[in-house]
């Protein structure tokens, strides 16, 4: 009777490297300045800087109005305010994506790292938007 190896060492060893290749790869360094995604995902040529933005990819999101005051003061402007996390993204930096300028004027409890939750005055809209990777060119405060 011959006993059956579920898992042998290379396969083992190889599922390992993997495991570690994936942790290293989305252990993100946040800081205060912004971060330049070049290393972790490809971007297409010239796009992780530009004369005075830096441009990234960032998982994208929707939301409505809340009835709340932007974190800046300001109400949401339909496809103009988006929600970004301040440790990434400055308050106050347009964000360029989708051929338009959108200013960074809100926070979130869920909006954390590399991620941007653009409003958008219809609900609906909002929530059939779902989840998008997008690349998108962060220009700070002062800089447009």
């Not at 933005?53 to 709340?68: C, D, F, H, K, L």
């Not at 402007?77 to 994506?97: H, K, Q, R």
Request: aromatic share 12%; net charge neutral.
């Amino acid at each position: 009777m011959t006993e059956k190896k579920i898992f042998s060492v290379p396969k083992m060893l190889s599922c390992f490297v993997v495991l570690v290749l994936l942790l290293t790869m989305f252990q993100f360094p946040i800081s205060k300045d912004f971060i330049d995604l070049q290393d972790y995902f490809y971007v297409p040529s010239r796009a992780s800087r530009s004369e005075t933005g830096r441009q990234m990819v960032v998982e994208s999101t929707a939301y409505s109005y809340t009835g709340q005051l932007t974190k800046m003061g300001n109400y949401p402007e339909d496809n103009y305010t988006v929600a970004v996390d301040p440790n990434v993204i400055p308050l106050g930096s347009n964000v360029v994506f989708d051929g338009a300028s959108h200013l960074a004027s809100d926070t979130g409890k869920l909006v954390k790292g590399f991620h941007i939750d653009r409003y958008m005055a219809d609900p609906q809209k909002a929530k059939d938007y779902g989840v998008k990777w997008i690349v998108v060119t962060v220009y700070p405060p002062g800089n447009t």
